[in-house]
């Protein structure tokens, strides 16, 4: 698995292959660290419920995300450990997760991740104090949490959009539902904008004040596979072709196209460079400028594609499921409801002991 992560704080590109994390500056590769490595168990490691042990890391290590924030960088990976570093690359910290993570997301205080259960959980940045914060019935496919902290936006394999009040988030603000197959990825392009692919071969832009799509443009090809966004222009692959989108008020028009000679896995940009890698494996860095991509160089330095990992792809829903995915979905519904009753119940309790107080201090 590899995994390519613009970071505009370096402005330069993270790139995960196998289990070395690279930084990209220019045309030219560094190893920065290895990650993935399991954190040493304590007594102190909090079961899940009584009677159940603590997570272990399961298999051999590959990067599967990265995440950055002005003072840190978050990196998951398929045996479920999760680190942070600090900006020199030192480990901060590490966790296992209770399921393999499929998304992350990192601020100075928090960090968020989603799993192939479908929930989600944030840890402080030291990776502890884990809290459950909501569940989808299938796997969570990609997640934002807004700059404003104020709402946690997740997608599923089952075609929808959720977007959830944040921290609270059995609190849930609405559903964007538009998508006819799993939802692969989505960016938030504006406090009001956001934009999301999957398995239908559709790119939709959604206004999130009125919940609605605003735009609909289908594949030529196949299905999108991963999207980009350097403002104003976004950046959508799907098999061997790179098509080049620039977004004016809430309309997208084609700029340009840019058919590769080897499948697409994943694209990066920033504004003035598109990093490419392909399924051969090849990484690429283009020059990009207007809107269109040129001058192509390969990349120089210390860098071993050879622990490249293909990725794959979700299942679409012709696919028939057996009875027992329908009870399990059933039981994953009825916990997801019983965990939102908690936190609701503990929000309430907390609001009652609130007004307790002031109705004291007025007396």
Known sequence: MSVL???????????????????????????LVKCGEAPETTEKEEPIKEGEKAPRAEGPAYITGVATCEGRVAVISNNKVVETFDRDFQRVASTVAIKRATSVQITDKTVVISDKAGDAYSYSTALTDRKYLLGHVSV?????????????????????????????????????LGHQE????????????????????????????????????????????????S???????NSRHVTVYKLTDTTLTQTSQLVTDHDIIDVASSD??????????????????????????????????????DSVLPEKKKVVRTAGFAEYFERKRKRIEEENLKEESKQAHINLQEKSKETHLKG
């Open 5 to 31: 992560h613009y970071d505009k704080h370096t402005n330069s590109f993270l790139l995960g292959v196998g289990a070395n994390l690279y930084q990209l500056s220019e045309n030219r590769a560094k190893l």
């Open 140 to 176: 969570v496919m990609d997640m934002i949490l807004t700059p404003d902290l104020n709402f946690l936006i997740t997608c599923d394999r089952d075609e929808k959009i959720r977007i959830s009040h944040f921290p609270n988030c059995y609190n849930i603000h609405s559903y964007l």
């Open 272 to 309: 003035s460079r598109v990093a490419l890698l392909t399924r051969e494996p090849k990484l690429e860095i283009y020059q990009f400028s207007e809107g269109v991509m040129s001058g192509k160089c390969e990349v120089e330095g210390e860098i071993d594609l050879s622990q490249f990992k």
């Open 231 to 237: 403002p104003p222009y976004i950046l959508a692959c």
């Open 182 to 229: 799993y939802v692969l990825k989505i960016l938030l392009l504006s406090p009001n904008l956001l934009l999301s692919v999957g398995g239908d071969q559709k790119l939709i832009l959604w206004d999130l004040s009125t919940s609605q799509p605003v735009q609909t443009l289908p594949s030529p090809q196949e299905d999108y596979i991963t999207i980009s966004y």
